[in-house]
């Protein structure tokens, strides 16, 4: 946060007088600019507020907490983890104000270290099953602008207006194991989009998931360029199967939720033991 006012400071006032700017204009309020403060340290403390008040209720498993109550066999499955810490700053819940009328109302995501996103490397981040809900990708271009955002969907996407407003790409593709019509494999999107590592990867594809990481598994090299994963797990047998591979594939679990609106779906967030190098 503090890192973040400096560089706003030093850099955007600058280039906003010298355009003749009296506000500064984010997504979803103007905040005045005074005494070479870029924006004032008020409007600033609200956006930080705003985004990281979404607090950890008690269904949530992450390191440094109390176990939440065993409710069903997702709870009694995530019990037999370790939760660990992130390897570099803090996890945060990543999700901002999608100011549309009447958005899609999604989840947010558990990110580590967010603010550091693209600061000392190019920082990309995907997600893959949008359906139009944008609440994570507006809370990781708010937090880490430098970030390239990419949201997948073969369904539904969001409009132009939006992409405009927030400031991410959007593809009609979705992720299988093989190129199709309008899917494509996570090593076409990469050479596609001329990348070569995934700062984050979040997934919520209603099942999908599963034959995605079975074929990822078989392809080490793409696997390790992948720095952390949120998926949502649909059923207990994935759930169960699927942390411990990965566990196995060198990522450990950092964050995991019980979904309430859906009965078989788990929200799990995984981090690579060791950060890949570029």
Not at 123 to 143: H, N, P, Q, R
Not at 256 to 270: S, Y
Request: aromatic fraction near 8%.
């Amino acid at each position: 946060y503090g890192d973040r006012v400096s560089q706003l400071n030093r850099v955007g006032t600058e280039k906003a007088r010298q355009m003749g700017w009296a506000t500064f204009d984010t997504h979803d309020q103007s905040c005045p600019l005074r005494d070479r403060i870029h924006p004032t340290d008020e409007c600033l403390i609200q956006v930080y507020n705003t985004l990281f008040g979404i607090p950890l209720d008690a269904k949530t498993y992450v390191s440094g907490r109390p176990l939440p109550p065993m409710v069903d066999e997702r709870d009694r499955i995530l019990r037999e983890h370790v939760f660990v810490p992130c390897h570099k700053g803090n996890g945060l819940l990543v999700g901002g104000k999608d100011t549309r009328p009447n958005p899609v109302v999604g989840e947010p995501k558990y990110v580590c270290d967010v603010l550091h996103l693209g600061k000392d490397k190019p920082c990309v981040v995907y997600s893959f099953g949008s359906w139009d809900e944008i609440m994570f990708e507006v809370g990781i271009k708010t937090l880490a602008p430098q970030c390239e955002v990419h949201t997948f969907d073969p369904f539904k996407l969001p409009t132009a207006d939006s992409v405009r407003a927030f400031n991410f790409s959007v593809h009609s593709w979705g992720i299988d194991t093989q190129d199709s019509h309008n899917m494509r494999t996570l090593s076409s999107i990469m050479h596609t989009l001329n990348h070569d590592h995934v700062d984050v990867l979040k997934m919520d594809v209603e099942g999908t998931e599963v034959p995605f990481l079975k074929w990822l598994m078989k392809r080490p090299l793409l696997m390790r360029s992948i720095d952390q994963f949120q998926i949502e797990f649909h059923g207990t047998t994935a759930l169960k199967r699927y942390i411990l591979l990965l566990e196995e594939h060198g990522f450990r679990l950092m964050h995991a939720r019980v979904n309430d609106a859906c009965k078989q779906c788990t929200e799990v967030a995984f981090q690579s033991v060791e950060l890949p190098t570029f």
